[in-house]
Structure formats: C-alpha cells, structure tokens
C-alpha cells in the first residue's frame, strides 16, 4: 500500500464516526425513497478519496472539506442518475398504450427533489465562482450536514464567519434558484 493510501487510511479510521453522523444527518433530510444508505455513501465517499492521487492528506479540517465534497458530488450523481430513470420511463411509458388505450405518464416519487438537488449544485458552482469559501461554508453546511463550528474549524474561520457566509451564500442561492424558477 502506498503512503498516500496509508494516510488515507489512518485519516479515515480516526474520523469515520464524525463522517457517519454528518452522512447520517445529511440523508435523513433526502427524499424518503432515496436508494443511498449511510454506509453506501460513506464507502462511495471513501472510494472518492482514494481516488484522488493527487491530494497530500495532512490534517483533519482538508479531510472533512474533501469529503463534503465528495458528499456533494455523489449525492448530485445519485440526483442526476434518479433523472435519467424518471426520463427514461417517461419516454417509455409515452410509447406504450395501456389497456384502455391510453398513454400512460410516469411519475417517479423524489423527482422534484433531484431537480432542486440539481438546480442547487448548478446555483453553487455559480457561487464558487465569485466566492470559493461561501461555496465550501454550503458544502460543510448542507451537504455534509456539519455544524457552524465544525465548518469553522474545517475551513480555519471563525463561527462568526462561517454565520456570516452561510447567510451571505443562501441569500446568494435563493436568487439564483428563485431567478431560475421566474424564467
């Protein structure tokens, strides 16, 4: 095994309670029909990890910004691949005709959550683009479900700074999905 791959390993066994607690919080706010465990997507996060070759795994606080990024993405994944289904057996289900004669319409439970999921992580890679921290305070915020305190320790800010960005990003947000559902 490789040093990376050692330090990978030790960083993960030293705060995989910590990563279970935020993943656990983070899904029990998903959709209810939601097919990602807990433990699926702590091991997907874990796999996002070890894949990054390129990444010097020195403290706690990159950990934890890394894996609420690697949170985000999966659970984003998960929201497109929950689209690609619903659009799928949308078209089907408009090309087949039931027994009365009909066409039928799919409607797939969480839908309109993957879309708001989506329209998110779109709105945030606009932010991320003025302003990277208010960016990384949403990922520790929202997608890992970390605390105002354990944002700041991750991303070496004060609470009061994390409060402050979290305000400034969701207004951001707001805007930005509010803007996109107006046009």
Do not use: P
């Not at 807990?38 to 020195?58: G, I, P, S």
């Not at 009365?100 to 439970?109: E, F, P, Q």
């Amino acid at each position: 095994m490789d040093q990376q791959r050692a330090a990978l390993d030790r960083m993960w066994s030293m705060v995989h309670d910590e990563l279970r607690r935020a993943a656990h919080g983070k899904l029990t706010l998903e959709r209810l029909d939601h097919t990602l465990s807990t433990t699926a997507l702590l091991n997907e996060t874990y796999l996002r990890l070890a894949a990054q070759r390129e990444v010097r795994w020195e403290d706690r606080a990159q950990f934890f910004a890394l894996s609420a990024r690697a949170m985000r993405r999966i659970l984003v994944d998960y929201a497109r691949q929950h689209r690609r289904l619903r659009d799928a057996l949308r078209y089907d289900s408009s090309t087949t005709t039931g027994a009365d004669g009909s066409k039928g319409s799919v409607s797939l439970a969480g839908s309109e959550r993957a879309e708001e999921l989506l329209a998110l992580d779109e709105a945030l890679d606009r932010l991320a683009a003025k302003d990277e921290r208010l960016s990384q305070v949403v990922e520790c915020r929202f997608f890992a479900g970390y605390s105002e305190e354990e944002t700041a320790e991750i991303l070496g800010i004060t609470a009061r700074t994390v409060r402050r960005d979290w305000s400034k990003a969701r207004a951001f947000l707001y805007n930005a999905l509010t803007d996109r559902t107006e046009s």
